[in-house]
């Protein structure tokens, strides 16, 4: 196997379980272990307003990563001596853009922005990755973790 097969193997290895871990779910039905068997705050209200937002992804550079590596696996088959060489590192620079632009956009979701009247009077509102069908006027459980997280359930 020659280096430039090695390297796109290696690219496509590191694409195939870095990614994954970047589609964490932030529903109010999805526990991480760390959240598990961990007591929670039980509130209840009505939802006065829901608004569809967007939560934004974010990029750890392992797309840049993969994605440059590619692109200059790619640019280096293009021309020869100084060319090569061009091509190689613009390769390289298209492929840090599109990696990142790529891990950014597949952590990108749709969401629900629900504000909330508690039985106590207390006015809140909470972001959470849409997950039911909720509706103004909906009696709804809000769990707040120890660690400042809230849900919201029905």
């Given at each position: ?58 990029s750890s550079g392992a797309g840049a990563v993969v994605g440059g ?86």
């Amino acid at each position: 196997m020659n280096l430039e097969k090695k390297i796109i193997f290696l690219a496509v290895f590191c694409a195939l379980f870095i990614f994954p871990g970047c589609g964490t779910s932030q529903t109010g039905k999805v526990y991480t272990q760390g959240q598990a068997q961990k007591s929670l705050d039980v509130y209840y209200g009505t939802i006065i307003e829901l608004r569809e937002v967007t939560i934004q992804g974010s990029s750890s550079g392992a797309g840049a990563v993969v994605g440059g590596v590619a692109g200059g696996v790619v640019g280096s088959t293009i021309g020869s001596g100084r060319g090569r060489t061009l091509a190689t590192v613009g390769g390289a620079l298209a492929g840090v853009a599109a990696g990142s632009a790529v891990e950014k956009k597949s952590g990108t979701k749709a969401a629900m922005e629900f504000t909330i009247e508690l039985d106590n009077g207390r006015m809140m509102a909470v972001v959470q990755e849409a997950d039911g069908h909720y509706r103004v006027g909906d009696r709804v459980r809000l769990l707040q973790g120890g660690d400042g997280t809230w849900r919201v359930r029905q």
